[in-house]
DNA sequence: CTGGTGACCGCTT
DNA sequence: AAAGCGGCCACCA
């Protein structure tokens, strides 16, 4: 039987599955979660974040690269500290999408 | 059901 | 390049 699960609980399935050392936009996990504009969604969705133990939402930055300024969960953008500890480092505050941006099915079939 | 909001994205000045 | 505006979807009162 299909999984009737809810929005939110796609969109955190998603968001669990981004590997470590690489972010993902809210726009690319609204895809991946079944629409690509839930953008807003996905940003809400994390903001009621029920499990951060198990979701990390640190790994999740606008298409800017840039992590959102509502965040600043703790006082300062400590979440650039996060993902510099993940291994994605970041410059002026904003992450190479180019090199981090997390990409669905490399972790499943080999990349070139 | 209606109105308002939001950790966004895209296009247009 | 940056800022402004609208659009889209889901949740709350």
Redesign the pocket.
Known sequence: MEERK???DRIYDVVKRIPKGKVA????I?MLA????????????????PD?QH?P??R?????GE?????A?GGGNR?IEFLAVEGVKSEDGKIDLALYQWKPGMDAEEGE
Request: aromatic share 16%.
């Open positions: 809810n929005t939110y936009t809210y726009g690319q609204a079944g629409n690509e504009r839930w953008s807003r969604v996905v940003g809400y969705a994390l903001h009621v974040n951060p979701i939402c640190h999740v930055v606008n298409r800017h992590v959102s300024s509502a965040f969960f979440q």
